[in-house]
């Protein structure tokens, strides 16, 4: 083999009953590369990551892992750590007993395991809280030393299945950053899923946008943004959401041609004269400090429009809305790009 694929699933199916799952996924992850699982929830992203893990049994397909075809294999010989949102530490162990206990249970010498569990705590800044227990630890660092359990077993691949939905939203964006930079530090090869979209931006190199048990799109985050395969992803990246504009009623001078619908991001909206072809009547104010969004109400549907912050706009009264220029979707009436 030439390509460098770290992990390879291909046409992997999974049924429950006559529920269909996954339909042929098709998924290459490089080695060293950081690969986010996203989607809203019932699509199938946990279904896969735990395909991966062993934890469930492909239907059909393949999974191969650093060139071995592990699809039959048994979670222990995958060489993978998963990471789960609920942690669930041991609570009459210490933060070191706890991230070298799956060290004890594979038969390393003690002090070569309190000697990765140091290691893994220093790199994950848990070095002062060695002796303490989970319950002297906050929810951040308690999932930082799950985290450290993972990272003492030196697996191939990292599985992280919504590591920070149990942290609060503060908390969230400070350990967001600390996994950044602890898979700069060790390089490893991670898949990571969220239905939260800013994680996925914001911390992976590669995304897979799944919806209904398939891929939508795989791309970096700016490729998924500026170029959208369908309307399911464009409206899916993006915070706020884009607009999407039933054509037929728009004004004819707007209409494009070929297209049902015109997908177009709150930034890509200015409000204008009232008089302007495309207008409507606000609905929402919603002021966010640095930006305020503004929700109109027109003939072809509710369009949002970000506004600076002390932008102001009153309830009901009518305005125009002018579509910057080149940034419009264009999606036919199975939601593909026209
Ligand atoms: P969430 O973010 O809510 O966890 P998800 O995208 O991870 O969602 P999955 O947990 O992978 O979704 O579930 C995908 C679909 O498969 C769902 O419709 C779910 O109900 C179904 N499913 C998952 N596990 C089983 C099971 N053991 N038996 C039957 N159906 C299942």
Known sequence: MTDQAHVRLTSLEKHFGAFQALKDIQLSVEKGEFCALLGPSGCGKSTLLRLIAGLEEATSGRIEIAGRDVTMLEPSDRQIAMVF?????????????NIAFSLEAAGVPKAKRLAKAAEAA????LDQLLDRKPAALSGGQRQRVAIGRALVRDPQVFLFDEPLSNLDALLRVQMRIELSNLHRQIGATMIYVT?????AMTMADKIVVMSAGQVQQVGTPMELYDNPANRFVAGFIGNPAMSFLNVAALP????????QEVGIRPEHVQLTAPDAPLHGSVRLVERLGNQTLIH????????????????TARLGETVGLALEPGRAFLFDATGHRV
């Open 85 to 97: 949102q609920s942690y669930a530490l041991y609570p009459h162990m210490s933060v070191a007993e």
């Open 252 to 259: 004819p001078a707007l209409r494009p041609a070929g297209a």
């Open 296 to 311: 109109v109400e027109t003939p072809a549907g509710p369009v949002c429009a970000q506004a600076p912050g002390h932008a």
């Open 195 to 199: 239905h939260d979209q800013v994680e």
């Open 122 to 125: 220093a790199l994950l800044q």
